[in-house]
């Protein structure tokens, strides 16, 4: 038996496919040549793209991690906290492209949306551990 739309909660790691989602976009946006000269990219694209591939990068990586020990939650902890990290170190890269390049207003408040939105989840992720895991906090 399925559960009405409107009843419906998300689902627990909903955090993947945003980033998911904030990479694709990211790479689409970082390698139109209407949004940023080729000459440019090497200087500022490739660090946004990095830093949103790190975000990926951690949050897959941290949910690999089976916490059954202290030393687990602790890698699991630090992987949601770099993933974090660098979230708003894209956020901070974002805000210098967008000042350089006059891109168009809504095409950055789109992306930094989904910056944020990544935030909010991994906060939430990072919060739901430490109530599961109560056992393993210092």
Known sequence: MSVVKSKRGEGQLVVFTKA????????????NE?????RYRWCVTGKIVDSVLEIHR???????????SKADYELRETLQKQALSASYAALSLMDVAY?????????VE???????EVQN??????????????????
């Not at 951690?58 to 059954?68: D, F, G, K, L």
């Not at 789109?110 to 944020?116: K, M, P, S, Y």
Request: glycine share 4%.
């Open 20 to 31: 998911s989602e904030l990479a694709a976009f990211t790479v689409k946006i970082c390698s």
């Open 34 to 38: 209407k949004n940023f000269p080729k």
């Open 110 to 116: 789109n992306w930094t949306g989904l910056v944020i």
């Open 99 to 107: 000042r350089t390049f006059n891109l168009e207003e809504s095409k």
């Open 121 to 138: 989840y991994l906060k939430n992720w990072k919060k739901s551990d430490a109530e599961r895991f109560k056992e393993y906090i210092g």
């Open 58 to 68: 951690c949050i897959t990586q941290a949910n690999a991690v089976y916490v059954s």
